[in-house]
């Protein structure tokens, strides 16, 4: 057998006759006492290590980003040291000390990256990686300012950067902010994107490139067409980034790169200087200030705005299995606000009248019409400032308390650099028509939630959503009878109330329309939860009093808000004991409310706000920030129910009822009382009227991908009784299983003999979530015999605790169809009832041994279910394997994807051998025992 070299491994003992895999000899060598040397070329297969990633996988990706993340940080520390008074070579107070000193390092090269690996010098443990720890390094170009760079009058003394990575200020004869390092970051942070994905030969490539064989033979980033023209960026860095972006596969979805690229695009690579940067006659062609629509970008970014749009991806790869539920995009759609206030008037909108905001000098020169802005303060000068600012006290009042701050404009919010969410909306009031400024209109005050005003918005939401939205409604208007409730309340009119249970088989029906309750019951140990259909007749608590009447003070406060909110919408009927919404008019979630006696019509504090009006124009509000679907729904204790994931996904509409406001979730997205709109992949998804049709319309895999992040968000949610959790998500489970064709259950889809049915194998790869290690892993659900139900160990429905799924590339492996099949393939079960017996729900497979005593970094990565290591209940894990890398090399050096498994002790039978599933992983082929394997069922 051939040898397979290592750079690990020094030296080799060889039999005589084994075959070297030499495929040149170069013919100079050198001959000495005791033997001779020579030159030779090993064949690329048998060398361990050499092949070049142009695929890198997510974790080489994490930790790139983490580790350009620490060098922003490093930057940004070198840009705004904390240094003490006595060390100032000026006052402190001086108008020509910056309010942050100033280190620009101003060398910055791939020379002057260092990279540790020693584990003592590693930092954060999430930094401990392969790739180890970058650090910023050579401070001997390195120069301290004291001084505003666009105050100082003379050259920067600074001579001898290198030239590759210089910013374009370079050709001005002002001095050199700090700014000039980030342009260099942004040469570095291509290249290294370049390097990611394609290695060090392309890299040479892009280099060679940018100096061509043109007259302006640079290896500069930026180019000069000709003498008196601005600089602008390099043709050849243009067209590379837009080559990746447009075609390589990892930017073909979002993706980390992708982000990390267009970061590079827009705030590092970028010509244009704030306008305090630098203002002189000589600086002029770098002050182009470009709108919000443009298609250049506005301004070069600081090191802290650099670090805190890595902070933004590594949030979203931190929370890969539920990103698609906290990224959302806040759009100005104003259209909807012309509308309503047309139907309902410009008083709908009008906020107190009080007195205009008094404003600092810098926050009145602040244009609110023109494109984006920013600006940078620190919270000392904040704090000045807030004294004889009504502005400034209110951004005081809302950021997080870090010392420095930049606040940037998008759209209409203002944001804090760095931080995930906006922390000021503006407003523009109904009587400006200026629509050339994407600003929401709008009011920073909304009604009393009792109030005409306040029903006549939720009236217009589902009026509009009726007329506009056809997808919304066209099943209502499709339903029969039948498909209603077999019961309902009748709430009357707000002219003819009345409250009385009503029958479909009475034919008491006048209207097909209802509206359901969504709430949580609370302690029902102290207040006995109010249903229809208890028999007491004693207390008069049965059907046949509430057919005459229900007694409006016998309802918790939940249901009397409900009542009083459905008469407000003109709707006739209210549901609220049973889990037939799917036919709903709309949904009402008490989503402020934690007990049935909570109610959810109450007072709701008001934003803090404040009212800019200047001479000759129409008053616009600043106001606290307060559309955060995310934190006051999502978040909220109604929606860490599992149950209420399929009350919301098979909802219609769905009015949502917060301490701060109300948002209306329909097939079109969500809007908020504010009048803004929210936009966010996975409410697209939840929020389809005809569930799951429009992920229907993507690839297979896509379509199999967003059912996955669908378990993994309903894994995170909590029951009460933890034996509920098939039941939970049975139905929109029916409805996926429908729509794709196939057959399955317990979470896991299986497309039995179909040409890509490779389904199966995907969903069984899933493997407890990151944040179940500090948990102790997973834990076991105790089925009561009484539920009739038996989930196998290879569902994760079998266990309580989030779960993720291994990241496998579909189209770089096989799947192993012969080593692992699901029950339904095997025995043609054609249903998804869990009550299934347990035996039917056995998978036959294939088991190895393996032994990963001797793993190196990056080849083996397996995670437990549960709190397990090497040994399980006095059994060796084994393995199935389930997918394969089908790359041209050898079986050692293939990535197999498996599950784990060991032999269950009291299921084992004379001729079958029943195991049980203990998590998931992969590991390179060469710690696997690739025989023959031994069959067995896995329960």
């Not at 490539?205 to 390099?234: M, V």
Request: charged letters at 25%.
């Amino acid at each position: 057998m051939t040898p397979v070299f290592s750079d690990k491994q020094y030296d080799y003992d060889l039999p005589s006759d084994c075959i070297l895999p030499f495929t040149k000899d170069y013919d100079a060598s050198k001959t000495g006492a005791f033997a001779s040397v020579s030159k030779i070329r090993i064949h690329p297969e048998n060398q361990e290590g050499l092949e070049t990633q142009h695929s890198p996988n997510a974790v080489a990706i994490s930790q790139a980003i983490e580790q350009l993340r620490g060098l922003a940080d490093g930057l940004d520390h070198l840009h705004n040291p904390r240094i003490a008074e006595k060390d100032l070579e000026v006052p402190r107070n001086s108008p020509d000390v910056d309010r942050v000193d100033s280190i620009r390092h101003g060398d910055l090269k791939p020379q002057n990256i260092l990279r540790f690996l020693d584990k003592r010098s590693m930092g954060h443990a999430r930094t401990r990686s392969e790739l180890g720890v970058l650090k910023i390094a050579d401070m001997g170009l390195a120069k301290r300012h004291t001084i505003v760079t666009e105050l100082r009058d003379q050259d920067t003394s600074q001579r001898y950067g290198t030239i590759r990575y210089e910013a374009p200020e370079v050709l001005s004869k002002r001095g050199r902010s700090r700014l000039y390092d980030v342009w260099s970051m942004g040469c570095l942070t291509l290249e290294y994107i370049i390097w990611l994905l394609h290695g060090h030969d392309t890299l040479e490539k892009f280099r060679f490139q940018i100096i061509g064989d043109t007259q302006y033979s640079s290896t500069q980033f930026f180019q000069i067409s000709g003498a008196g023209e601005a600089p602008q960026i390099h043709p050849v860095v243009a067209a590379w980034i837009d080559h990746i972006l447009r075609f390589d596969p990892e930017c073909s979805q979002d993706s980390a790169i992708k982000d990390l690229l267009e970061i590079v695009r827009k705030k590092l690579l970028v010509v244009t200087l704030k306008p305090n940067r630098m203002g002189d006659r000589d600086s002029s062609m770098f002050l182009r200030p470009k709108r919000d629509g443009d298609e250049n970008p506005l301004y070069r970014a600081t090191a802290a705005e650099f670090r805190g749009s890595l902070d933004k991806i590594l949030n979203k790869i931190l929370i890969k299995g539920t990103k698609y539920l906290q990224i959302w995009e806040h759009l100005v759609y104003n259209v909807f606000a012309e509308e309503f206030i047309e139907k309902i008037g410009a008083s709908a909108l009008a906020p107190p009248e009080g007195p205009r905001a008094r404003l600092c000098q810098r926050c009145t020169d602040l244009d609110f019409w023109i494109g984006g802005f920013s600006f940078e303060d620190s919270w000392t000068s904040l704090a000045e400032l807030a004294q004889r600012c009504n502005l400034c006290a209110l951004i005081l009042r809302v950021q997080d308390g870090r010392e420095h701050i930049t606040i940037e404009r998008h759209q209409s919010t203002l944001e804090l650099a760095g931080s995930e969410l906006p922390i000021l909306s503006i407003f523009r009031s109904p009587s400006n028509i200026d629509n050339s400024t994407p600003i929401q209109m709008g009011s920073p005050t909304l009604p009393n939630p009792e109030t005409d005003g306040f029903f006549d918005l939720l009236k217009f939401l589902l009026d509009n959503c009726d007329l506009k939205h056809e997808d919304c409604g066209r099943k209502l208007s499709l339903q029969s009878s039948l498909d209603l409730p077999t019961r309902l309340i009748d709430v009357g009119t707000l002219k003819t109330p009345q409250l009385r249970l009503v029958k479909r088989r009475d034919g008491a029906y006048t209207s097909a329309r209802y509206v359901f309750l969504s709430h949580i019951w609370g302690d029902t140990s102290q207040i006995v939860p109010f249903v229809t259909l208890r028999q007491d007749p004693t207390s008069g608590r049965d059907i046949d009093h509430f057919k005459k009447v229900i007694p409006y003070d016998l309802l918790p406060r939940n249901f009397q808000d409900a009542v009083r909110c459905t008469r407000a919408l003109g709707i006739r009927y209210l549901w609220i004991d049973a889990d037939t919404f799917g036919g709903a008019y709309c949904a009402l979630a008490a989503t402020r409310a934690t007990g049935q006696n909570d109610g959810f019509l109450g007072f709701r504090l008001q934003s803090a706000f404040v009212t800019i009006q200047r001479k000759g124009e129409d008053p616009f509000y600043i106001s606290e920030w307060i559309d955060d679907f995310q934190r006051h729904v999502i978040e909220g204790s109604l929606h860490r129910r599992g149950w209420v994931l399929q009350e919301r996904a098979l909802a219609r509409r769905t009015i949502h009822f917060t301490e701060r406001q109300t948002y209306f979730e329909c097939g079109n997205g969500v809007r908020c009382e504010t009048l803004a709109s929210l936009h966010n992949t996975m409410t697209d998804f939840l929020r389809d009227p005809n569930f799951p049709e429009k992920i229907m319309r993507h690839s297979r895999a896509a379509q199999i991908e967003s059912f996955q992040s669908l378990y993994s968000l309903y894994s995170r949610l909590s029951f009460v009784r933890w034996e509920d959790r098939p039941a939970g998500i049975a139905g929109l489970e029916k409805r996926i299983l429908r729509a794709l064709g196939t057959k399955g259950g317990f979470g896991i889809f299986d497309d039995g003999d179909k040409s890509q049915r490779e389904s199966f194998h995907r969903s069984v790869l899933w493997y407890r979530g990151a944040e179940e290690e500090f948990r102790d892993g997973l834990k076991t659900i105790d089925f009561p015999a009484d539920r009739h139900i038996r989930v196998p160990s290879w569902s994760w429905m079998a266990y309580s605790g989030g779960v993720d799924y291994v990241d496998v590339p579909g189209d770089t492996v096989d799947w192993e169809f012969d080593n692992i099949a699901g029950p339904w393939t095997r025995d043609s079960i054609t249903t998804s009832n869990p009550a299934l017996q347990n035996s039917a729900m056995a998978i036959p497979a294939i088991v190895r041994d393996f032994n990963v005593g001797k793993q190196l970094r990056g080849e083996v990565d397996l995670r437990y279910d549960m709190a397990r290591t090497a040994e399980a209940d006095g059994h060796r894990p084994q393995c199935v394997i389930v997918a394969k890398d089908k790359r041209e090399r050898s079986e050692m050096k293939k990535r197999y994807y498996m599950l784990l498994v060991v032999p269950k002790r009291s299921m084992a039978g004379r001729d079958r051998n029943f195991y049980g599933r203990i998590g998931a992983g992969y590991m390179m082929g060469k710690y696997i025992n690739l025989d023959s394997g031994t069959k067995v069922e896995i329960q």
